[in-house]
Each structure stands twice: as C-alpha cells, then as structure tokens.
C-alpha cells in the first residue's frame, strides 16, 4: 500500500502491448488511468487534470501519458454501512496493513456499495480518488469518481476497457 502520493512518473513493461491505443488500466490498478499521447492531448485540452509522461522499461510501444488522480477528501462512505456491505460479501470488512497501520477495507462492488458521502465534497475536480483503500496485499486500490463528459470520453475511446454507471450520493446530513 503507498504510504505517500506518487512522485514522479510512473514506469511501466510493454509487456503484450505491441503498440498503444486510448485508454487502459495498467496491471489491473485500478485507480491508475494510462492514455495515448493524442488522447493525452484531447484529455489536457478540455480538462484541468494533471498529466505525466508514462516512461517504459525497454522498448517503448508509444508515448502514453498517466493520468494523476488525486485523493479528495476526508471520507466517501459511511464506515458502519462500508463494514455491513464487506462482511456480507467477504465474511470480513477488511484489515490494518501490517507495514503502516492503515486500513484497508475488502473490495465490494460498485453495485453495493453504500451512498457515497463525500466529505468535504469533491468541488470542481474531474477525477478524484477515495481516501478509503480497498484490496489486499498488492491488489489494492481507491474508488474512483470521473465526472460524466471525461467519463464519456474515455469509454468511446476505449470501449472494451471502459464502462460507466451512474453512482449513489447519500442525501446531504
């Protein structure tokens, strides 16, 4: 689990990829987004996001950049009804990493989880990761919010990679 934000660019193996085209999540991160440079371009032209270059180990299939998807937030859901959602599906709602006593709650699916109740909310951000974790060991990831035009964006560019649903907000406290 990453004990701090992302410094630098992020190194990737071409491993199956010949070459490159739109959107792709690299090595099933889920809360790490990949594009092609020209999709890069269209990305910086029509939304504030913060762009770095990919760099590749070996030969490069094509320049790609990395979409930076911050952490907002203190909390996006109800820890007693994320804990209801995990056990029902995992038979536990998750554990303290061992390394930097953080907690790390079982994956639960979109589908089940509980009303997001982003606080303090997400503002005019695009794209915007959750400050819950969820996973275990290496397979650990944020929930991932992307506002619908650079959603819709990314799915016509990668459909076979990219999908989206419309998201359950709990009603303001």
Not at 36 to 43: N, T
Not at 72 to 85: K, N
Not at 141 to 147: A, D, K, P, S, T
Request: glycine share 8%.
């Amino acid at each position: 689990m990453p004990l701090r934000e992302q410094q630098g660019a992020l190194t990737l193996e071409r491993k199956g990829m010949a070459t490159i085209s739109g959107a792709w999540v690299p090595y099933g991160q889920y809360d790490t987004i990949c594009l092609e440079q020209s999709l890069a371009d269209e990305v910086a032209a029509r939304f504030p996001v913060d762009l770095r270059p990919v760099e590749w180990r070996g030969f490069s299939p094509g320049s790609a950049q990395q979409i930076v998807i911050p952490t907002v937030g203190t909390q996006w859901f109800d820890a007693d009804e994320l804990r209801i959602a995990a056990i029902a599906r995992h038979g536990s709602a998750g554990a303290r990493c061992p390394g930097c006593n953080r907690w790390r709650w079982m994956p639960v699916a979109v589908a089940l989880l509980p009303p997001f109740r982003i606080e303090p909310p997400l503002g005019d951000v695009d794209i915007a990761a959750s400050p819950e974790r969820f996973g275990d060991g290496w397979n650990n990831f944020r929930e991932v919010l992307v506002r619908r035009e650079l959603a819709e964006l990314l799915a016509e560019a990668s459909p076979r990679d990219f999908d989206f649903a419309e998201v359950k907000m709990a009603s303001p406290r």
